[in-house]
């Protein structure tokens, strides 16, 4: 059986304040005043669950992702740290029909893509990064801002009960087209996002010991397994 207490009342007074509710697997926040329209209730699962329940989800209900659970999302993005605190990428938001079938044309007719509700599309903004960091900032920052904001894109996703997929197998230029990008914002990932249809699969990961070197690329590092348990099957 589920319990649920509530843990805490945050907000002062005018503002909106949340009651945040704990579970047994997850803390749930309730809005309840302005700016929240409604009452609605949002898994806030704790970081490490985060983790643990991120799972690829490539089959999507045909339900709407809500407003408000995009604007965390986008809000959870542009936390990612970034080279200079530059944000050196752009994101943007693909929900007409017509576009995402587009872009899952793009993405080598991953049609996950164009059933998803929501996709956004990161973008490399590298002459952001350029002007202070020259050719580095070209080749690695602005991939590296616009992929970090993407992998906070999917764990904010997860924490909201939303599942999502990353796909990065697509042709740059029909993206650039369909969106309007100028020649220098290069599309590097595409995070499609809705309410599960599916189980996800659990996938594997490789031994951490075998990825992971204790001060020399030769040596293995001596992992032991954490109490929390957040390892995958092995390959
Ligand atoms: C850079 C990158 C590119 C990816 N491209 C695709 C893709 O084009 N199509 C796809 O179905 N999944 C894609 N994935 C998802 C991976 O297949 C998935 O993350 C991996 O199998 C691990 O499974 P998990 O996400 O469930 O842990 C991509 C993931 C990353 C990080």
């Not at 002062?12 to 047994?24: N, R, V, W, Y």
């Not at 806030?44 to 408000?68: C, K, P, Q, T």
Request: aromatic share 8%; no cysteine; glycine share 6%.
């Amino acid at each position: 059986m589920t319990t649920r207490r509530i843990v805490a009342v945050e907000g002062a007074e005018g503002t909106s304040p949340l009651i945040i509710l704990h579970t047994d697997s997850a803390r749930k926040v309730a809005f309840f005043k302005w700016p929240y329209a409604s009452s609605e209730l949002v898994d806030l699962i704790d970081f490490f669950g985060v983790l643990r329940n991120r799972h690829s989800i490539r089959a999507f209900e045909r339900r709407d992702v809500e407003e408000e659970k995009i604007n965390i999302i986008l809000e959870a993005a542009s936390l990612a740290p970034s080279a200079g605190n530059l944000q050196s990428y752009e994101i943007v938001i693909i929900r007409d029909q017509d576009h995402k079938s587009a872009l899952a044309e793009a993405a080598l007719s991953q049609e996950f893509i164009a059933h998803a509700p929501l996709n956004l599309v990161f973008f490399t903004n590298p002459k952001r990064s350029t002007r202070r960091y020259g050719r580095r900032g070209v080749e690695l920052y602005s991939l590296q801002d616009a992929t970090i904001a993407a992998a906070y894109a999917q764990l904010a996703a997860t924490a909201l009960g939303l599942g999502s997929i990353w796909t990065g197998a697509f042709y740059e230029e029909p993206i650039m087209k369909l969106v309007g990008a100028e020649d220098d914002l290069i599309p590097v990932a595409i995070i499609s996002i809705g309410y599960p249809d599916e189980e996800p699969s659990v996938t594997s990961r490789r031994k951490i010991e075998d990825l992971v070197h204790d001060e020399h690329a030769s040596k293995p590092y001596r992992y032991k397994p954490s109490r929390l348990g957040l390892s995958r099957p092995l390959w």
